[in-house]
């Protein structure tokens, strides 16, 4: 065991100086000079630097039902040009199901279903068809919700690109989030928390939305919609789109001619043509802007409109600039819903890091005290080989890129009092040896051949709850496991290599006959 | 001069306490058992969800008495506030609403709207019904895996009553460190399930040391009985037991007195693991094993060495 072939020294020595370099950076925090390293600093996580995490649902379920409403209106529209006669078109929770008059219809009705395309199954059960969105086109819906809520939410959170986020799928139909360096989360919360569907549509005048609404039903393409703003005033409005948000080119906060918060608008080629030819038939009638299934205002069209308007409403400031960066940045496909929040302002996780650190100081200081105390020079090499063990975590930390969180700063120092837990079992072994009357390089040899199998044993069953925690921790649990198991791992090559190869040169130059320990 | 807490040679009868220490784990777990049958955890919201959420006041002292009657004036159900930490800080816990996830989003807003300028919110936390059902399936998960394989690996490494024996020692620090959060009422949630297992991970590292040189003597002493052995293994390490305990306990101290509010909690629950982890290992797994049956005559009395037996 006191062999020690030069490549293993030189293995030693260089772990220890990768760890340096490695850890090196954290240090000397962004400075210039320290460009040359290759590594990077410690990834902190969110409870350390302060930002938002947010588990997001994607409402699948309502996709899924605009969907089947869109079918059912296809279907409607096809059979009426091929002048088909059926009844009872209902739309159900996963169905569009309805019944032929005619069973001569079949072949062509048929024929009309498997051009829908390979998302649906059609089923016949005599006269009555179900046509049903199978698996396969569910899960392709699924998939491209998801991945268009993920661009948009990108493109709602960090605008300019500079943020960092990470915004990623999880499972099914979940969506992470995390934003480091969040001032206000209830922002953030707002930007997440609309669709920002935004919708031009006539008002219908054939009769006011009072009227509508005592008769119990709105007229054939017309729907009643409620007001956005506090003021209990309901409309009818023809279900007919005039323009929608994804005709857009831009929008951006302003104030209009009574020096109201409005958002101004620049629609596409495409939208306003359309929008052109809509506002000249129909000048002196009111338009209503919808977002989100509400109104927003219902302004009389005075002239024809091309390219650009206002939206006005009840408005303020903060909130014109929020409506014009979801406009940018375009309509969510379903709504989201938050399902687990955590955010740490900056001040919180500075003060973390602050108490953490120091925590470890103390604890580092008094770890070596007392094997100084109980050991005397042996102690000090198992304190040297600690504070190598310490850089080392804090070099794996840095080149893995993983995320050091708070309860990662104490696994750090919990595993600064397990690691010397190694070094005590050899120091002991040694002192039994010692008691029975070897000589001092014997029981030293014979010290570290017997401790070995117990140090492998016993920081392996650890190594497993570490493991565990981090198969099933989330956030800032994983971390934590992180550290825990990366500490294990480097006070066995610590305690193993690093103080034994101390011990080996000590030996080489004192020869020493006797030990005291 | 050396700092010895524990004198090398030590011949203390461990196993004569044992009927004593079986029936103090007995009250023990069954006591654990019972406070969490009766009186339950304080779950916190990452198991039961709700809200929780930490901010300063921004001059001076916060007015807890004042800010707790407008905030039960919300009528958000169950709210506690409390000072954390210093006494410009405060915590407050907000029950689960009714209703879906957007009834949780629009009682943080009223919360926050209530503390108003005169405070800056430090951090907010909310876990929604369905993730907090979530995490508190995972973290049993990961109890019970870790558990299970610690049980394995013994089982490999050693004999069946050895692990037999670790499993119901762990087991022991599990159920009473649950009892602890019980009869505290330590707040219960994630970093406590860490605790747990870290805990569980300290106390089988403890014991697979003892267990190591258990194994050692039998073989080295054929003609000592197994009470004999199993004594003279638990004076060998014991030293080293003592030595590890206060290292990790003077770490542990560090954070409970500097680590700052969050992770006191932890440290706390970590301190009572090193301390029933330490006799579980001593009180709990050896005197199983004097218990049971171990077989003795296995090899040819060569010393055979460890590392290659199974």
């Known amino acids: 065991m006191l062999q020690f072939q030069l490549w293993k020294k030189l293995f030693v020595v260089a772990i220890a100086a990768l760890g340096i370099i490695y850890a090196l950076p954290n240090l000397l925090n962004g400075n210039k000079n320290a460009a040359f390293l290759p590594g990077k600093k410690i990834n902190l996580g969110l409870d350390l630097q302060g930002g938002s995490h947010l588990l997001l649902r994607v409402d699948i379920d309502a996709v899924r039902k605009e969907r089947l409403e869109n079918l059912g209106e296809t279907i409607r529209r096809d059979f009426r040009t091929k002048k088909i006669r059926f009844s009872a078109l209902v739309v159900t929770d996963d169905a569009v199901s309805l019944q032929l008059r005619d069973k001569i219809d079949g072949p062509t009705a048929q024929q009309i279903f498997s051009d829908l395309g390979s998302d649906y199954t059609p089923a016949r059960d005599g006269n009555v068809y179900q046509i049903r969105l199978n698996d396969a086109g569910l899960t392709l819906m699924q998939t491209r919700t998801v991945d268009q809520s993920i661009e948009i939410i990108r493109r709602r959170l960090d605008p300019e690109g500079t943020k960092e986020p990470i915004i990623q799928r999880q499972g099914l139909d979940r969506i992470l989030v995390q934003l480091p360096g969040v001032d206000d989360p209830e922002a953030v919360k707002r930007l997440l928390g609309r669709t920002a569907k935004l919708t031009f549509q006539l008002v219908d005048i054939s009769m006011t939305a009072v009227e509508a609404k005592q008769r119990g039903r709105s007229p054939p393409g017309s729907v009643l919609m409620e007001s956005a703003n506090d003021d209990g005033l309901i409309y009818l409005i023809e279900k007919r789109v005039m323009v929608s948000g994804e005709m857009l080119d831009g929008a951006t906060a302003t104030f209009d001619q009574n020096n109201r918060p409005a958002v101004s608008f620049v629609l596409n080629s495409n939208g306003a043509r359309r929008f052109g030819k809509v506002t000249g038939d129909n000048i002196g009638r009111p338009f209503a802007i919808i977002l989100d299934g509400k109104v927003v205002s219902a302004p009389t069209i005075q002239s024809q409109i091309f390219g650009n308007g206002q939206i006005t409403g009840d408005f303020s400031v903060a909130e014109t600039n929020e409506l014009a960066l979801v406009l940018r940045a375009g309509a969510l496909p379903a709504p989201l819903i938050i399902l687990e929040e955590r955010s740490i302002g900056p001040g919180l996780g500075a003060d973390s890091i602050a108490a953490g650190e120091f925590a470890a100081v103390i604890g580092l200081v008094l770890v070596a005290v007392y094997m100084g105390l109980s050991y005397g020079f042996f102690g000090g090499l198992a304190v040297a080989a600690l504070a190598i063990n310490i850089i080392l975590i804090i070099a794996a930390l840095s080149a893995l890129q993983a995320t050091l969180t708070l309860p990662g700063i104490a696994g750090i120092v919990l595993t600064m009092g397990m690691a010397v837990d190694a070094n005590v079992l050899v120091f002991e072994r040694i002192r039994e040896e010692l008691g029975k009357g070897r000589s001092a390089i014997a029981a030293i040899d014979s010290g570290y051949q017997r401790a070995i199998s117990t140090i492998i044993d016993s920081n392996l069953t650890t190594l497993f709850a570490a493991l565990f925690l981090y198969i099933f921790g989330s956030g800032p649990i994983k971390g934590f496991a992180v550290t825990l198991g990366i500490g294990i791992l480097t006070s066995m090559f610590t305690a193993v290599m690093v103080t034994r190869l101390l011990i080996v040169i000590w030996v080489e130059r004192k020869r020493p006959t006797k030990l005291i320990l | ?310």
């Not at chain 2, 800010?67 to 409390?82: H, K, M, N, P, T």
């Not at chain 2, 296995?298 to 037996?309: F, I, K, L, M, S």
């Open chain 2, 1 to 310: 001069m050396r700092l010895k807490l524990v004198s090398s040679n030590t011949s203390i009868n461990f196993l004569k306490f044992h009927r004593l220490a079986v029936l103090f784990s007995s009250i023990l777990v069954a006591g654990s058992i019972g406070l969490f049958a009766i009186v339950g955890l304080n779950l916190g919201i990452d198991f039961r969800g709700g809200i929780l959420i930490e901010a300063r006041h921004n001059s001076g002292p916060a007015d807890i008495g004042r800010l707790r009657g407008e905030l039960e004036s919300l009528g958000l159900g169950d709210i506690s506030l409390q000072g954390f930490g210093t006494e410009t800080d405060i915590l407050v816990r907000v029950q689960r609403q009714k209703g879906d996830e957007k009834a949780q989003i629009a009682a943080i807003q009223l919360v926050s709207a209530t503390l108003g300028d005169d405070y800056d919110v430090r951090r907010t936390e909310f876990v929604g019904p369905t993730v907090g059902a979530e995490l508190a399936e995972k973290g049993m998960m990961a109890v019970v895996c870790a558990l299970l394989a610690i049980m394995v690996y013994i089982w490999f490494r050693f004999e069946w009553q050895f692990s037999l024996a670790a499993i119901i020692a762990l087991t022991h620090d599990v159920l009473s460190t649950i009892g602890l959060f019980a009869l505290t009422s330590f707040e219960f949630n994630l970093a406590t399930v860490a605790a747990i297992l870290t805990i569980a991970g300290y106390s089988i590292n403890d014991t697979v040391v003892v267990f190591d040189r258990v194994r050692e003597n039998l073989r080295r002493y054929k003609s000592f009985t197994l009470v004999d052995i199993l004594n003279k293994s638990l004076n060998e390490t014991l030293s080293r037991t003592v030595m590890t305990s206060v290292t990790t306990l003077l770490a542990l101290m560090a954070i409970v007195v500097f680590g700052g509010a969050v992770l006191r909690d932890f440290a706390i629950a970590m301190i009572w693991g090193v301390l029933i982890g330490t006799y579980s290992s001593v009180f709990v797994a050896v005197g199983l094993l004097s218990r049971f049956d171990i077989k003795r005559n296995d090899d040819d009395g060569a010393e055979t060495p460890e590392y290659e037996r199974s």
